[in-house]
């Protein structure tokens, strides 16, 4: 599907607030409520927007440290894929699972109170994951938001 100029511009704005009502875009884009809300649609449609996500605020509930964990399988071929990330996608602290090609089979996102909850979750559940092998962790200290690729 070819995105035009307006269509970009809206995916821009939807990425900064998606809760925006269709008549609030009016002025900034110089189309009618129901053309937006028809490109907004159509978006959903084609499948270049396939939801919307609520983000919190990790360290205002609470969670003060993220960790990049680096985990290669150490059964490859052994352990199930779907097993290994069922696994781990169950752990409520983790944020992302990302199957990676490189030097670790898996990325993963965690959020803890403080480190010793980090090594907490890291002993009794990262490292008796099934297949977990050689982990890698690295302690975010900034993170500089992005909006997307538009």
């Known amino acids: 599907m070819e995105l035009d100029e307006v ?5 821009k704005e939807l990425q900064r607030d998606c809760t925006r009502s269709a008549s ?7 189309l009618s409520q129901p053309a937006i809300w028809r490109r907004t649609k159509r978006l959903y449609n084609e499948g ?10 990790t360290e205002k509930l ?3 440290v993220t960790v990049f964990l680096g985990i290669k399988l150490a059964r490859k071929g052994l352990v199930r894929l779907e097993d290994f990330e069922r696994a781990v996608t169950a752990i409520p602290e983790v944020q992302t699972v990302e199957h990676v090609l490189g030097v670790y089979d898996y990325r993963i996102r965690i959020v803890a109170r403080d480190i010793p909850d980090f090594e907490r ?6 490292m008796t994951l099934p297949g977990a092998g050689e982990i890698e962790s690295n302690v975010l200290l900034s993170e500089e938001k992005r909006q997307g690729p538009l």
């Not at 269509?7 to 995916?11: K, N, P, S």
């Not at 270049?48 to 605020?57: N, Q």
């Not at 979750?121 to 990262?126: A, E, K, N």
Request: no cysteine; proline share 0%.
């Open 7 to 11: 269509d970009q511009q809206l995916l």
């Open 24 to 30: 609030s875009f009016v002025d900034q884009l110089g």
């Open 48 to 57: 270049i927007i396939s939801g919307k996500r609520l983000v919190l605020d």
């Open 62 to 64: 609470g969670f003060s």
């Open 121 to 126: 979750i890291l002993r009794r559940r990262i």
